[in-house]
């Protein structure tokens, strides 16, 4: 079964206008992390921020703010102000597990594809 | 910091030949690294993972002796393609944990095998 969900394929906005790219996830465990990546053209995947289960106050980095709804199990990354080199492909991922216990892994949806027009 | 470099980042061979895939955590020591899969337009497809000192943990359906991982250091990682087939071309791309309280992973900038 799927873990991460993102049901945006693909999305447009405009230069200087916020977007937010949604990301939904499932799982039974407790301790999780939540992940926001951006993979331009080249192919290098870029982090970009990140949120921990237990964290109660939304992550932010930059233009970059995760809007957490533990309840709903959603992770929306939200870009502010966006730029034209924003024009990327972004993942949401999940890690399950830790270091300790093992099983330790992360899993990635499927991408939105994001088009920042001028 | 948390750089990960891999090499080669493009690679051309003919069928059958092996091609060896180097992953390495440049400012910091990584006890556990990831290899991963990446079709075009796809999402990442996770291969295995690498663990300093034992064997590498599979994923089910990636044949272990097609792919062969290798974490010898803390700071080096290697995937190992036998036998390449031109089914076997692909993106391949690693990341390296960073621990810390959020484990992150850092990712190398990928290799392209193409296999003729």
């Known amino acids: 079964a799927q873990k991460i969900t993102q049901t945006q394929p693909g999305m447009f906005v405009q230069e200087k206008e916020a977007v937010t790219l949604d990301c939904t996830y499932d799982?039974?465990?407790?301790?999780?992390?939540l992940f926001w990546y951006k993979q331009p053209s080249s192919g290098e995947m870029i982090f970009l921020i990140y949120?921990?289960?237990?964290?109660?106050q939304n992550a932010t980095e930059g233009r970059y703010s995760l809007n957490f709804q533990k309840a709903r199990k959603s992770a929306n990354l939200v870009i502010s102000a966006s730029q034209l080199g924003d024009s990327a492909m972004y993942f949401c991922a999940m890690r399950e597990g830790n270091r300790n216990t093992g099983g330790f892994k992360t899993i990635f949806g499927a991408g939105t594809r994001l088009f920042v027009k001028a | 910091g948390a750089v990960v470099s891999q090499h080669p980042s493009r690679v051309i061979c003919k069928s059958g030949t092996s091609v060896k895939i180097e992953c390495r955590s440049l400012d910091f020591q990584a006890t556990t690294m990831f290899w991963y899969r990446q079709f075009p337009k796809q999402s990442l497809m996770l291969m295995a993972t690498?663990?300093?000192?034992?064997?590498?943990?599979?994923e089910q359906g990636v044949e272990k002796d097609k792919f062969l991982i290798n974490h010898a250091s803390l700071t080096l990682s290697t995937l190992t393609v036998t036998s390449a087939h031109p089914e076997d071309s692909s993106f391949y791309i690693c990341s390296a944990v960073l621990l810390s309280s959020t484990d992150t992973q850092y990712f190398g900038p990928g290799t392209r095998l193409t296999v003729l």
């Open positions: 690498s663990n300093e000192g034992s064997k590498a943990t599979y």
């Open positions: 799982t039974s465990d407790q301790s999780y992390g």
């Open positions: 949120q921990g289960s237990y964290d109660e």
